[in-house]
């Protein structure tokens, strides 16, 4: 049964997760300094005490800008939710941006205050630095900076933050940060519903990152939809691995504060650290990109020696997004989380997070290969399931009218949509967004009964030739053969035929038995995977690869997240094109 959704989904503030409510809830920072379990009421304490700090620290107002530098704990969580209690707008910064990148986003932002913590002071000043240059220079304003030092106990910490704070900067130290204080303090919220409460960064897969602003009704009707459609509860324990600064991270973390269940954090990502939290912690529910979901099976197989690991039993919740999850790896983690329901998501950061919600293993499910496919629409493109309540999924015809259903752009209306791109200043509507409707970019289908079909991004369809080929479809047909683990298909500039299809994959390690695309063939090389491809016979012969480049994974260009900047791609495949002629 679905639980009921808690009342703070609709009180419209995501500050107010963090008030008193029936039950506990318990947290766990797994660092450098062990782990530290706190109760509910010692978080909404630590939470009042944060909001009593910042509020005599930073003079925030409403619509202040408050950028935030930290690791996942629940003290940067609680500090991030308090800057939107006073009235500001959080803006969690990407953590693994140099310090010109995140000065060079302040900047554009007009962005005057930021928050970070001791693991980070570091290079939060070399940001304040960078933007006193740029003032210097009178390209902008110089920044506050407030650090919050949780290294109570620690030796030489306060002198050593003191030699790296630049002049004005504030360390709050961990005695000021335990002052006593009531949650109540938080009062009635100073920006409604549908204000801004946090500006979340894009990925940036083609060009500079753009500040998404999104309002606290538009998350809280995210974490209510993951809470109806996963059945979340306040029985369960979260894992927090994926970064508050991508909007999924963040909304799995205020998902699982308005469900009343347990958290645990994990602030940087290493797959031995999080299979032991899950074990120690009894996490029940996590959320994972592919890479991790990946990292987390080859680390289980590591461990036990390349047998099949022990099974987490516990684990009952595994939803992953931000990309295609491989079907080895699914395999891996029904073998991992038998009992676990493993759900897809489908979103944008410009949606607050999910837009569909995919089941792609129920416990008890056949795990044979066929199983554990991705269903996939006939004429080409990857089922990505079904909208929750309140999310409207159409496509865009060819004459600029939505309809229900059929193939085209995808669009979506709803409360979970964004206010706008933010720059000057303040929220500009994307010319995308028309009588509620945004349009995602994303090319696919919706079939009558509201399932979604995902065939990859317009950009990604390829003119060659007077034929349009998209590259998700020829993705899928290099997935379907078993030895390519990844497949990133892109368009290569050809004064002929205006483009021709390239493709790269990463093959897998381990030696590639025969599969359903055709005889056995050793697929080591370019030239056998072109030869399978033509056997299977899922392309037409102006769909094929013109040519086929064996990249190791950690050798194609991505986002923080994971996601491939096809752009740079092209431009290494001309690179070496062009030293070949």
């Known amino acids: 049964a679905v639980p009921n959704v808690h009342e703070g989904c609709s009180d419209g503030h995501i500050a107010h997760a963090l008030l008193p409510r029936p039950g506990s809830l318990s947290l766990t920072d797994r660092g450098l300094m062990g782990a530290d379990h706190t109760s509910m009421e010692g978080l909404a304490a630590e939470f009042a005490s944060c909001l009593l700090v910042m509020r005599l620290s930073l003079p925030i107002k409403r619509g202040t800008l408050v950028a935030h530098l930290s690791a996942n704990t629940s003290r940067s969580l609680t500090a991030l939710l308090a800057s939107t209690a006073l009235g500001g707008i959080a803006v969690p910064l990407n953590r693994r941006w140099s310090a010109e990148q995140s000065a060079g986003a302040l900047h554009r932002l007009g962005c005057r205050m930021l928050v970070t913590d001791h693991g980070l002071a570091s290079r939060a000043c070399a940001v304040v630095q960078e933007l006193k240059a740029r003032a210097g220079a009178g390209q902008g304003p110089d920044v506050e900076l407030l650090i919050l030092d949780g290294r109570s106990g620690q030796r030489g910490a306060s002198e050593e933050l003191s030699l790296l704070s630049p002049p004005g900067a504030r360390t709050v130290k961990e005695s000021q940060l335990l002052l006593p204080a009531s949650p109540t303090c938080l009062g009635p919220p100073l920006t409604g519903p549908h204000g801004a409460a946090v500006l979340i960064f894009t990925s940036g897969t083609t060009k500079q990152p753009k500040a998404v602003g999104l309002s606290h009704a538009a998350l809280l009707s995210q974490s209510c939809a993951k809470i109806a459609t996963l059945g979340l509860s306040s029985s369960d324990t979260f894992l927090h691995c994926t970064a508050f600064f991508h909007v999924g991270g963040l909304n799995w973390a205020l998902t699982g504060l308005e469900a009343g269940a347990s958290q645990v954090f994990l602030p940087d990502w290493s797959p031995a650290a999080a299979l032991q939290m899950i074990k120690d912690a009894k996490v029940t529910a996590i959320a994972l990109v592919p890479a991790m979901a990946y990292d987390l099976v080859a680390e289980a197989r590591r461990k036990a020696g390349g047998a099949t690991p022990a099974p987490l039993a516990g684990m009952r919740v595994v939803l992953v997004g931000a990309g295609r999850l491989e079907g080895a790896t699914l395999a891996g983690l029904a073998a991992l989380f038998p009992r676990a329901v493993v759900w897809a998501a489908y979103g944008l950061t410009e949606c607050a997070s999910s837009l569909t919600f995919a089941c792609l293993r129920e416990p008890g499910d056949d795990p044979g290969p066929a199983s554990l496919a991705p269903a996939r629409r006939q004429a080409g493109g990857w089922a990505v399931g079904r909208p929750p309540a309140g999310v409207e999924v159409a496509v865009l015809g060819g004459y600029g009218d939505v309809t229900r259903c059929g193939e085209g752009e995808l669009v979506t209306r709803g409360p979970h ?116 491809l033509r056997q299977g016979g899922a392309l037409a012969g102006f769909q094929l690869p013109r040519s086929i480049t064996i990249m190791g994974a950690g050798d194609i260009p991505r986002t923080a997240t994971g996601k491939v900047r096809k752009q740079e791609l092209v431009a290494q495949l001309q690179a070496v094109r062009a030293s070949k002629l």
Request: proline share 5%; hydrophobic share 40%; aromatic share 4%.
């Open 417 to 532: 949509i964004m206010m706008g791109y933010w720059a000057d200043g303040g929220a500009h509507r994307s010319q995308s967004m028309a009588q509620g409707w945004l349009r995602t970019g994303d090319a696919g289908a919706v079939a009558e009964d509201g399932s979604v079909y995902l065939s990859g991004r317009l950009s990604d369809t390829i003119r060659s030739g007077g034929e349009s080929v998209p590259a998700g479809l020829v993705e899928e047909a290099l997935l379907a053969i078993h030895a390519v683990q990844e497949a990133v298909v892109v368009g290569l500039p050809d004064p002929r035929l205006g483009q021709t299809v390239a493709a790269v994959v990463v093959l897998r390690p381990e030696p590639t038995a025969g599969d359903a695309s055709g005889p056995e063939i050793s697929c080591t090389t370019s030239g056998a995977v072109l030869q399978r």
